[in-house]
Nanobody, 122 residues
Framework: QVLLVESGGGFVQAGGSLRLSCAAS????????AGWFRQAPGKEREFVGV????????DYADSVKGRFTISRDNAKNTVYLQMNSLKPDETAVYYC???????????????WGQGTQVTVSS
């Protein structure tokens, strides 16, 4: 059983940056791909990006490509989501998740964190 804990959410003005962290315990990310998703009020959860732990391959939603970066720290068993040039409509709860597959499909993720709120003011 892998436990994922996100941190780093908060308030930021439009155009600002935040870095989210997701620490894994009870297991290791090395067997998984780590994905980030977000869910805004009244909207469905959407894919943000994913990193394959082995090799570091990444994939991003078109809406965040060039602004968001996912990275990992093997020693800390932690994955990060660096978010730059944030927009007000990116206000959402951000979740990290782990999957055996390198995928954008939320239903294929086995483990989820509790989420962290990101609020972008205009």
């Amino acid at each position: 059983q892998v436990l994922l804990v996100e941190s780093g959410g908060g308030f930021v003005q439009a155009g600002g940056s935040l870095r989210l962290s997701c620490a894994a315990s009870g297991g290791t990310f090395s067997n998984y791909a780590a994905g980030w998703f977000r869910q805004a009020p009244g909207k469905e959860r959407e894919f943000v990006g994913v990193i394959r732990w082995s090799g570091g391959m990444t994939d991003y939603a078109d809406s965040v490509k060039g602004r968001f970066t996912i990275s990992r720290d093997n020693a800390k068993n932690t994955v990060y989501l660096q978010m730059n040039s944030l927009k007000p409509d990116e206000t959402a709860v951000y979740y990290c998740a782990a999957s055996n597959l390198f995928t954008r499909v939320s239903g294929l993720y086995n483990y989820w964190g509790q989420g962290t709120q990101v609020t972008v003011s205009s």
